[in-house]
């Protein structure tokens, strides 16, 4: 049999893979932790399986006829099945990661589905998050999952929790299940799903994405690390962009929260390796997959020492520190959405500039404004007067401090950023302004 050869791709002219500066950002936080833990002797963290509370019953027929594809694999058969149906898995967040975990996990027929958000969907979530449709927008996205998962498969119970997971209610919730899939969007549940997960004792299998890449991996096991192991502390408030301000490949969340689902049903299985004591990175834009060995710091106040004996105040966890403030906003006056229309109506002279996307200024923009996207911020510094004030917005604020601080370095010193962006301000002043 002759060898196939890999065929060649040309590169276009002038067209190259570029990062952006929040995506920069998120990059060299990848490469860190390959220098931090590169080299460093690890034991393998495995799970045996997680510790299901089966009970006696057979299949059903109908169920031996749904799941005979997982039956007829010798490393599931009839006995791995009853142990998916006995089995609890917890999905934080019914957002992008979430979806596709949800959707795989019940038609593999995991027994018992806890799903926790407290959010609605949203137009823009479709473009993404397949747990939910058109007919869904404006409605709890609990509800809308469940009604899709009992679609999809009528043996799981589904299981919605419409309140926002907190330090209060962490413990208790996550208690009541086997395992758990963090498909949160923040750093504060992040740390407090983390959190909660060693103190209990449960894997957490988590997921991240950020424009065109991802990241997955396996928590909790006996010997390997937990999420302050990679990251002991969070990033400065609007350092790492939301998916809102950054964006995100839509078949990403799906490619990732798959894996996700692959690891749980792994773990209740006891079959295979987890990803537990690797993180696996995926740039979809290179298609190129790598994996890096991870290790626990004995240092870490969660799983390391064990200093951690209950959870926190995750709001003055993730808040800004002091001595981060500075560095971020020097020279960067802030100014609320309710000032700027006081100002407006006063009659002040100032120049607003809206360093959004052009395509977002379709969606909505503010009255007066001059689109200057960022960027082609530098290009255009000739064009901003040093005379008067400016007011720079974008979405939800990141953006925008960061051309403000752009201009500050640059001798620009009546340089005001709209705290929350166009976003607070439909909310605070001018309800007419499309949120997106």
Known sequence: MSRQTTPTVTAKPGVTHRRRPCQRVYWHSCQSLITRHRGMPRATPRFSSVDVAESAGPLEPEELVRYSRHIGLDEVGEAGQRRLKHASVLIVGAGGLGSPAALYLAAAGVGRLGIADFDT????????????????????????????????????????IDEELTAANALDIIAAYDLVIDGTDNFKTRYLTNDACV?????????????????????????????RCLFPEPPPPGL????????????????????????????????????????????????????????RDPECPACGTREMKSLIDYDEFCAPRSSMRPQRTSGVQEITPRDLAERLRRGDTIDL?????????????????????????????????????????????????????????????RVWNLSGGIDRWSAEVDSTVATY
């Open 353 to 413: 500039i809206d360093v959004r996307e052009s395509y977002e200024w379709q969606i909505a923009r503010i009255d007066g404004a001059k689109l200057i996207p960022l960027g082609q911020f530098a290009a255009a510094l000739g064009d901003l007067s040093r005379d008067q004030d400016l007011v720079l917005y974008c979405h939800h604020g990141s953006r925008s401090r960061a051309a403000a601080e752009f201009l500050v370095e640059r001798g620009f010193d």
């Open 199 to 227: 103190l209990l004792g449960k894997p957490n299998v988590y997921g991240s994405v950020l424009r065109f890449e991802g990241q997955a991996s396996v928590f909790g096991s006996a010997n390997g690390p937990c999420y």
């Open 240 to 295: 790492v962009p939301s998916c809102a301000e950054a964006g995100v490949l839509g078949v990403l969340p799906g490619l990732i929260g798959t894996i996700q689902a692959t690891e749980a049903v792994k773990i209740v299985l006891g079959v295979g390796e987890t990803l537990a004591g690797r993180l696996l990175l995926i740039d979809a834009l290179r298609m190129s997959f790598r994996t890096i060995r991870l290790r």
């Open 121 to 160: 969907v949203d137009l823009t979530n479709l473009q993404r998050q397949v747990l939910h449709d058109t007919h869904g927008v404006g409605l709890k996205k609990t509800a809308s999952a469940r009604a899709r998962l009992t679609a999809i498969n009528p043996f799981v119970h589904v299981e919605t």
